[in-house]
């Protein structure tokens, strides 16, 4: 980073870290996903010591399953948390991944949204440049994501005549990283205490031809929710540990 001041700087970021990491289980099933390890910290710090880079310091904390055990870990941490507005809302029933914002009071100009279980060096500067600059009411950062079929793929006429045989193709798509620019406009589309997930959200926004933009970047994207991700996180890490932890 320059010395210049981030795009990002001074705005507030929502965490969601209520899921119950069900594709980590059985590890998860009486910790909360957003504290699994990569190295000695959690996931969730390393996420948090990003986004302070970035001079983004009032983050909120979406809570659900466990949640007095990430309460309890920041407690423990008055070094980090003293360069935080670190603020927590709790539901005491999912509303999926956009509903829960419903819940985060004094959402009133652009603030960034993220899953609690990412490992990424993603520019957050560079992010919500990109959106002010496109004047979206909603940017979505996109990496790309090589899907492999594991197994011969065939292609055949309508007399179920062979045509062609694909040995184990793969097809490169381009995904959500489960970060996310909004503008305070997107919480009119979202009904409080009623479960939406951020999927919908975006159909429902393009349905009312709302312009909901993509940011596509090459950057290092790791969702630790994925059991061969988070392989690969801790794989990384064990190759540079110093700079993960100086994020």
């Not at 969730?44 to 309890?72: C, N, P, W, Y």
Request: aromatic residues 8%.
């Amino acid at each position: 980073m320059t010395s210049a001041r981030s795009s990002a700087a001074g705005l507030r970021a929502v965490i969601l870290a209520g899921g119950k990491g069900t594709r980590l289980k059985p590890f998860t099933a009486n910790f909360p996903k957003p504290l699994v390890p990569v190295g000695d910290r959690p996931i969730l710090e390393l996420l948090i010591r990003r986004l302070i880079q970035f001079e983004v310091t009032d983050i909120t904390l979406s809570l659900g399953h466990l949640a007095e055990l990430i309460k309890a870990y920041f407690a423990c941490h008055p070094r980090l948390t003293e360069q935080l507005h670190l603020r927590y809302v709790q539901e005491e029933e999912p509303t999926g991944t956009a509903g829960s914002l419903a819940l985060v009071p004094d959402l009133d100009r652009t603030f960034l949204v993220m899953n609690g279980d990412l490992l990424t060096d993603l520019n957050f500067d560079a992010l919500v440049k990109y959106h002010l600059q496109q004047k979206a009411l909603l940017t979505i950062a996109t990496s790309s994501r090589n899907v492999k079929i594991d197994l011969g793929v065939l292609e055949f006429d309508q007399n179920h005549q062979i045509t062609r045989y694909i040995e184990k193709p793969e097809q490169s798509y381009h995904v959500s990283m489960g970060v996310y620019v909004y503008e305070p406009e997107v919480l009119k589309y979202i009904d409080r205490h009623r479960y939406l997930d951020f999927p919908d959200l975006v159909l429902r926004l393009l349905e009312k031809g709302r312009k909901v933009c993509s940011f596509p970047t090459n950057c290092l994207w790791l969702d630790v929710g994925r059991p061969d991700d988070y392989v690969k996180a801790q794989e990384l890490l064990a190759e540079n540990k110093a700079s993960f932890y100086g994020m």
